[in-house]
């Protein structure tokens, strides 16, 4: 099970902090990360880590301005989102992956920044 939170709105340059907590599989065995979805666009893929060595990948469109970390000992994962742009706005999905490539879907946070 993935929860999904910290949406909210934001005004543009602002910051938020989205939290993806796992519960019920081995966080260690997973690939974490975020899928965006903005009114009438396709669904982008944002980042993810994964928790075996760390290792991160962030779309072109927010490298530099978003970070994602885990915490291991909470089975969380944490998207930092810095300089926010009104092309932020979305509907923000986690996701986990596993070995198989066997995906798990959180719900979505909404994330609206504000021109």
């Given at each position: 099970q993935l929860q999904a939170s910290?949406?909210?709105?934001?005004?543009?340059?602002?910051?938020?902090?989205?939290s993806c907590a796992a519960s019920g599989f081995d966080f260690d065995d997973f690939t974490i990360g975020w899928?965006?979805?903005?009114?009438?666009?396709?669904?982008e893929g944002v980042s993810c880590i994964r928790e075996r060595d760390g290792s991160s990948t962030y779309a072109d469109s927010v490298k530099g301005r978003?970070?994602?970390?885990?915490?291991n000992s909470?089975?969380?994962?944490?998207?930092?989102?810095?300089?926010?742009?009104?092309e932020d706005t979305a509907v923000y999905y986690c996701y986990a992956r596993s070995l198989t490539r066997t995906d798990y879907w959180g719900q979505g946070t909404l994330v609206t920044v504000s021109s």
């Open positions: 910290g949406g909210g709105l934001v005004q543009s340059g602002g910051s938020l902090r989205l899928f965006r979805q903005a009114p009438g666009k396709e669904r978003f970070t994602i970390s885990s915490d909470k089975s969380t994962v944490y998207l930092q989102m810095n300089s926010l742009k009104p």
